[in-house]
């Protein structure tokens, strides 16, 4: 087995370093100028419950006294930047998941768009060449450089960052009104979403929801084309914008007024509700008297350290394709299939009194504890928050652990509840 060095070494040296809530529900919005937002902000707009945050993506935050680059902040539109976007769908989808989701979640918006722009803008393979071609649209080069010239860059660099935060649910998208008129703008699509889902390490069942543009716009040929999503993938979903047809005024029916925007972002969170179903639940221990878990409340002595992050990278051989929530790895490292070799977790002293950091031999994964006699609450998380399996019951010999041949691909969240001390760690499956 190899050891993955993911850099999370580095944070345990820094005291501000906190693991990811799984209460804490991300999501990432990404288009061109509709997502932008172009309506005009309402004194109702300013107003915005706490448990709504912006990770502002922009160089320039002269909009709002409280952004800058890589910060969370209260999601007061605009969302996307301050070259002219305003009020979006975005900002009534985050408001709408958090009104209609348990008062434990909080709501996150990573929000990346650039108006005018084709999908091409989000290939990272080939995005410089039509960032060369749009030179002389000065007004969308300006868009393109609040994000450092490389839009896609910016939304992973971002949403990597809230990963070390929250955990990412979905994706809401809207763009398509620039290439209404190609046809090969459907899988185009799908490869920007199969890169985030790679670049980022996320499940391969992340939802994406793409609105349909104005019905009597001048882009309206583009819904021909949102339409077919749904056959790139059974991740991907359309939500309507019928019965929007006031239009802003702009003279090519292209954008949706402020009141549309609204219906707009309440549709796309009815609509990601639909899907996530029970997945949109907040993660707490079984027991209880135990607290929910949350990346501002991870419950420790005061003795306790920063928790610690591992990644391990399991023989292709071990990966199954099969859905992360119905798999029950054996509890016994006897019911392990050998490895094709054994490495050690560089390990980091001082995780708490009680709670070590995980370790991996021989295709299991092991976690020094001090149990004592007091109760032990331990279980593997997928990284949308949805609980795998509960290896609270299998201490043996000062440790826990669970064999890793069953777990398919992807990113997991130890929680290890020792008494009143409380750890999460990362581990990777490759």
Request: charged share 20%; with cysteine.
């Amino acid at each position: 087995m190899k050891v993955l060095h993911l850099g999370f070494a580095a944070l345990m040296v820094s005291a501000a370093f906190a693991a990811p809530d799984p209460n804490f529900h991300i999501y990432l919005a990404f288009g061109q100028s509709n997502m932008e937002g172009q309506g005009d902000i309402g004194q109702q707009d300013k107003s915005v419950d706490e448990r709504f945050q912006l990770l502002w993506s922009a160089d320039a935050g002269s909009c709002n006294q409280n952004a800058s680059k890589g910060k969370w902040i209260k999601a007061v539109p605009p969302l996307a930047h301050c070259q002219g976007a305003k009020l979006g769908p975005a900002d009534y989808f985050g408001r709408t998941m958090v009104e209609k989701t348990d008062p434990q979640i909080k709501v996150g918006i990573i929000s990346v768009a650039v108006a005018g722009c084709s999908i091409k803008l989000f290939d990272k393979d080939n995005y410089k060449s039509y960032v060369s071609s749009q030179q002389g649209q000065s007004w969308m080069i300006q868009r393109i450089n609040t994000y450092g010239g490389n839009p896609y860059g910016r939304l992973i660099e971002m949403a990597k960052k809230a990963q070390e935060d929250g955990v990412i649910k979905g994706i809401i998208f809207h763009q398509g009104e620039t290439d209404a008129g190609d046809g090969n703008w459907p899988p185009a699509v799908k490869k920007v979403y199969d890169n985030i889902i790679k670049d980022l390490g996320l499940d391969s069942d992340i939802p994406f929801l793409a609105g349909e543009v104005l019905r009597s716009g001048v882009s309206s040929g583009a819904n021909n084309n949102i339409a077919k999503l749904p056959q790139q993938s059974k991740n991907f979903y359309v939500v309507s914008s019928e019965g929007f047809n006031q239009a802003l005024g702009d003279g090519q029916n292209v954008h949706f007024t402020s009141q549309e925007y609204r219906d707009f972002g309440k549709r796309y969170a009815e609509k990601m509700i639909e899907v996530l179903g029970d997945q949109l639940d907040p993660v707490v221990e079984s027991s209880s008297s135990a607290e929910p878990e949350s990346s501002s409340a991870v419950e420790s002595s005061s003795s306790a350290e920063p928790e610690s992050s591992s990644a391990i990278e399991s023989s292709s051989s071990a990966v199954t394709p099969e859905s992360s929530a119905t798999v029950v790895p054996p509890s016994s490292s006897s019911e392990v299939g050998p490895a094709s070799s054994t490495t050690a977790i560089d390990i980091v002293t001082g995780i708490s009194s009680r709670i070590g950091k995980a370790g991996v031999n021989a295709g299991r994964v092991s976690v020094p504890v001090q149990v004592n006699g007091t109760k032990v609450v331990a279980k593997v998380y997928s990284m949308l928050g949805k609980e795998v399996f509960d290896f609270s019951n299998s201490y043996s010999n000062g440790t826990l652990g669970f064999g890793t041949s069953g777990l398919p691909q992807g990113s997991y969240m130890l929680s290890i509840q020792v008494g009143s001390e409380h750890s999460v760690q990362k581990m990777q499956i490759k």
